[in-house]
């Protein structure tokens, strides 16, 4: 709490000084994007200058060949200046500009500045996103793996400390670190990494032993945290999966920036940020007591609700998520530009493969429709998929683009399925009974799909790293074997979490750092390796090899890409999954009692056909598909035939 009234007070100064600044030297200290290319559909870039009174330039030139300066935006702080370039016609190369600004007697003195103008390494067409194809493999850097030369204590960073017995400081895990263990990946047969945010966290430690190793506070929208690596070390990952078939998804917040970022401590405008109306209108009578604080209410139901009043929308979408995350507004059209810009950047700097957008509906819905639409429309076959936290299926399907649920079309193509883990979480504990218990659940699921534009671009996941690992505290692996078994045939984009595989397991009920555990054999020390079989427990890998083979199995496997998906209703406590395409069919099969149980193959007839044998991918035995067979306590099958 003192250092959200430090924050108040910060933001009261920085207001009350925006019409107040005395004319100084001018000097830039930064301009974003840091570069920028030649041959985007848009040719408008915004340049975001930062600089003590730089907005006070008497004017902004450039004789650069196809260019041309279409306006200059003074925001309300003196040490922002807005410059919009036309670059339709410009060549890659670099240019020069030329700021005239006035010194303290008067006198106007020019300085030129270079900026680069790169070559795109493909047309947006090109890049393709993640689909049902693939696999992702969500880990967090800092808990993952630590690479060679690491520094555990960067200079210039604001206080911190890598401390691996505690589970909320910063571990020491680095991009290096992943990019080491490419190999295991490939092993394992995912086909895409979803690193949580990689960008520059300069927050310091706080005073209850946490800090922002989680990475969802940036600082630097330009920057991967130096903790973490370099751009160059960022891309390098990218060029080293992608020659390895694997694609890299980065995530990103537009919702709200970590409070130690320039726009907090010197803020753009006076609706930059979600700020209290209070603090907004103040001309210095206030004080910053925090009493006119919001707080979000953390409940997204409002944005859909056709009653919801407006204090509930307000909150949803103005809230801080917490003191420490200042709250974006995406309806200035200066800051949404600058967003927009910013994924655009990195798609054509390092060549991401996807972006996982966090908090999605917290932000304001027709502003993140405007992104995804400009980016749908420079890279039609990208994808992004959209945090959506609701565990009812009419919520998620409104999101997707395309939706009839909406009165406005999100643009988002993906969207995550909540209801799938939160269905499978509360089966994992039940018997499947005739009704509603168990198993059920994930059939009463699935059969909302109609209400998706396109169920095949629905992500699905068991946990992350904001849950309860799907093991609780234990080892269940016949329910997670049920839960990877059905996540990984279904029609769906399926997500799993780093460590799943080896039967990592924890929960949340004392600190998020419990299900964020670090990899075994990621760092250096470690005296359990799980990268490796002969690291692993016996039982980790058998979970691996079981894993392992369904995934090489899914791969390109177009029963799961292409086919048709048919379920039955829960019978004698089994449930039924068939994938069909072309004259081939997969079934999966799940006996969801702790009892044994007989699947009565006369049932399935319409999937079966005359196919007397099929054979169970994952053990390599065929079963006779003639006549009735048992099902032993909680067990998986995946037959093919």
């Given at each position: 709490m003192q250092r959200f009234f430090l924050v108040m007070a910060i933001l009261m100064a920085n207001i009350l000084t925006m019409s107040a600044a005395k004319k100084s030297a001018t000097v830039i200290d930064r301009i974003e994007p840091t570069d920028w290319f030649v041959g985007m559909k848009n040719p408008s870039v915004q340049l975001m200058v930062y600089g003590k009174g730089i907005r006070d330039a008497e004017a902004v030139t450039t004789d650069y060949h196809g260019v041309t300066i279409d306006s200059l935006v003074r925001l309300d702080s003196p040490n922002y200046l807005l410059v919009y370039l036309n670059v339709k016609d410009a060549q890659p190369g670099t240019m020069t500009l030329k700021f005239e600004v006035k010194n303290e007697k008067g006198k106007v003195k020019s300085f030129a500045v270079p900026y680069v103008l790169k070559q795109r390494e493909m047309e947006g067409k090109k890049r393709k996103g993640f689909d049902i194809s693939d696999v992702l493999y969500m880990l967090m850097p800092d808990r993952f793996a630590q690479g060679a030369g690491h520094n555990p204590q960067v200079k210039g960073m604001r206080a911190y400390k890598e401390d691996r017995t505690q589970p909320s400081l910063r571990h020491g895990g680095d991009l290096n670190g992943i990019r080491e263990h490419l190999d295991y990946f490939k092993e394992l047969g995912v086909t895409a990494l979803w690193l949580t945010p990689v960008l520059e966290n300069d927050s310091p430690d706080d005073e209850r032993g946490f800090s922002t190793y989680h990475g969802y506070a940036t600082t630097n929208y330009y920057r991967v945290d130096p903790r973490f690596g370099t751009n160059e070390d960022y891309r390098r990952l990218c060029d080293e999966a992608h020659a390895k078939g694997l694609k890299v998804v980065m995530d990103m917040i537009f919702n709200h920036s970590g409070f130690e970022h320039p726009w907090t401590l010197d803020i753009p405008t006076k609706d930059w940020l979600n700020l209290p109306q209070w603090l907004k209108e103040s001309k210095g009578t206030s004080k910053a007591d925090g009493t006119s604080f919001l707080q979000t209410s953390y409940?997204?139901?409002?944005?859909?609700?056709?009653?919801?009043?407006?204090?509930?929308?307000?909150?949803?979408?103005?809230?801080?998520?917490?003191?420490?995350?200042?709250?974006?507004?995406?309806?200035?059209?200066?800051?949404?530009?600058?967003?927009?810009?910013?994924?655009?950047?990195?798609?054509e700097t390092v060549g991401i493969d996807g972006i996982r957008m966090d908090t999605y509906p917290y932000a304001y819905a027709d502003a993140m429709a405007q992104w995804m639409k400009e980016i749908d429309e420079e890279y039609p076959n990208f994808n992004t998929v959209g945090e959506t936290w609701v565990t009812e299926p009419a919520y998620t399907a409104s999101w997707q683009k395309d939706s009839k649920?909406?009165?406005?079309?999100?643009?988002?193509?993906?969207?995550?399925?909540?209801?799938?883990?939160?269905?499978?979480?509360?089966?994992?504990?039940?018997?499947?009974?005739?009704?509603?218990?168990?198993?059920?659940?994930?059939?009463?699921?699935?059969?909302?799909?109609?209400?998706?534009?396109?169920?095949?671009?629905?992500?699905?996941?068991?946990?992350?790293?904001?849950?309860?690992?799907?093991?609780?505290?234990?080892?269940?692996?016949?329910?997670?074997?049920?839960?990877?078994?059905?996540?990984?045939?279904?029609?769906?984009?399926?997500?799993?979490?780093?460590?799943?595989?080896?039967?990592?397991?924890?929960?949340?009920?004392?600190?998020?750092?419990?299900?964020?555990?670090?990899?075994?054999?990621?760092?250096?020390?470690?005296?359990?390796?799980?990268?490796?079989?002969?690291?692993?427990?016996?039982?980790?890998?058998?979970?691996?090899?079981?894993?392992?083979?369904?995934?090489?199995?899914?791969?390109?496997?177009?029963?799961?890409?292409?086919?048709?998906?048919?379920?039955?209703?829960?019978?004698?406590?089994?449930?039924?999954?068939?994938?069909?395409?072309?004259?081939?069919?997969?079934?999966?099969?799940?006996?969801?009692?702790?009892?044994?149980?007989?699947?009565?193959?006369?049932?399935?007839?319409?999937?079966?056909?005359s196919t007397k044998r099929a054979k169970d991918i994952l053990t390599g035995r065929y079963y006779d598909l003639s006549s009735d067979f048992a099902l032993k306590p909680r067990q998986s099958l995946v037959l093919e035939f």
């Open positions: 409940k997204l139901t409002p944005v859909m609700d056709p009653y919801a009043s407006k204090v509930d929308m307000k909150e949803t979408t103005e809230g801080w998520f917490v003191p420490t995350m200042p709250d974006l507004n995406q309806h200035n059209p200066h800051l949404m530009r600058y967003l927009i810009q910013n994924s655009k950047w990195w798609i649920l909406s009165k406005n079309n999100s643009y988002l193509k993906t969207v995550m399925d909540f209801s799938f883990y939160d269905k499978l979480n509360q089966a994992k504990h039940e018997e499947t009974d005739p009704w509603f218990a168990g198993l059920n659940r994930l059939y009463n699921s699935f059969v909302y799909d109609y209400l998706y534009p396109n169920p095949k671009s629905v992500m699905a996941f068991i946990d992350n790293h904001d849950t309860d690992r799907f093991l609780g505290n234990g080892k269940d692996s016949l329910a997670l074997k049920q839960a990877l078994a059905l996540l990984l045939t279904v029609q769906r984009i399926p997500q799993l979490y780093y460590g799943t595989e080896i039967l990592m397991n924890g929960t949340k009920e004392v600190t998020d750092g419990n299900v964020r555990k670090d990899f075994p054999g990621g760092f250096p020390g470690d005296d359990h390796n799980a990268f490796t079989p002969e690291g692993r427990t016996k039982a980790e890998q058998q979970m691996f090899q079981w894993t392992s083979r369904l995934l090489h199995w899914r791969q390109g496997n177009k029963l799961i890409t292409k086919g048709s998906m048919t379920q039955f209703i829960p019978c004698n406590g089994i449930y039924v999954i068939a994938r069909q395409y072309k004259g081939k069919t997969a079934l999966t099969i799940l006996n969801g009692t702790t009892k044994s149980a007989k699947m009565e193959v006369k049932r399935y007839a319409e999937v079966i056909g």
